[in-house]
C-alpha cells in the first residue's frame, strides 16, 4: 500500500507563509506527477498545483499563481509546496497525490486521476 505523507501544515495569519512537503516512504516519485490538492469544509476537492515527472511542466490554479511554489527533489524523495501571501480562502486540508499523467493532473480538477494520496496536512488562515 503506497502511502504519501504530507507535513508543514498549520495556523498562520494572513499574509504568512508556509512550506508543505510531500515524501513517500520507500516508494519512488521520480517517475510520477505529483499534484497538491485541497479541499475546504464544505467545498470539493479542488487542484492547486502539479508538477511534471521529469520534463519540468508546471501548472498552478488560477487562484494561487504568483503566491504558490511547487518543486521536487527527487534525490530526496520529496515534492514542496511553498505558499506565500496565504489568505483565509486558503484555509484547507491540502493533499499530495501521484499520478501517471501531467495532463490529467491539470484537468481533472479534483484529483480522481490520481493514484495514490497522502492524508492531508491542515493549513488555517486566520487572525
Known amino acids: 500500500q503506497v502511502q504519501l505523507v504530507e507535513s508543514g501544515g498549520g495556523l498562520v495569519q494572513p499574509g504568512g507563509s508556509l512550506r508543505l512537503s510531500c515524501a513517500a516512504p520507500?516508494?519512488?516519485?521520480?517517475?510520477?506527477?505529483i499534484g497538491w490538492f485541497r479541499q475546504a469544509p464544505g467545498k470539493e476537492r479542488e487542484g492547486v498545483s502539479c508538477i511534471g515527472s521529469s520534463d519540468g511542466r508546471i501548472y498552478y490554479a488560477d487562484s494561487v499563481k504568483g503566491r504558490f511554489t511547487i518543486s521536487r527533489d527527487d534525490a530526496e524523495n520529496t515534492v514542496t509546496l511553498q505558499i506565500n501571501s496565504l489568505k483565509p480562502e486558503d484555509t484547507a486540508v491540502y493533499y499530495c497525490?501521484?499520478?501517471?499523467?501531467?495532463?490529467?493532473?491539470?484537468?481533472?480538477?479534483?484529483?480522481?486521476?490520481?493514484?495514490?494520496w497522502g492524508k492531508g496536512t491542515l493549513v488555517t488562515v486566520s487572525s
Open positions: 520507500g516508494f519512488g516519485l521520480d517517475y510520477y506527477a
Open positions: 497525490a501521484a499520478g501517471n499523467s501531467f495532463n490529467l493532473c491539470v484537468i481533472r480538477t479534483t484529483g480522481d486521476a490520481m493514484d495514490y
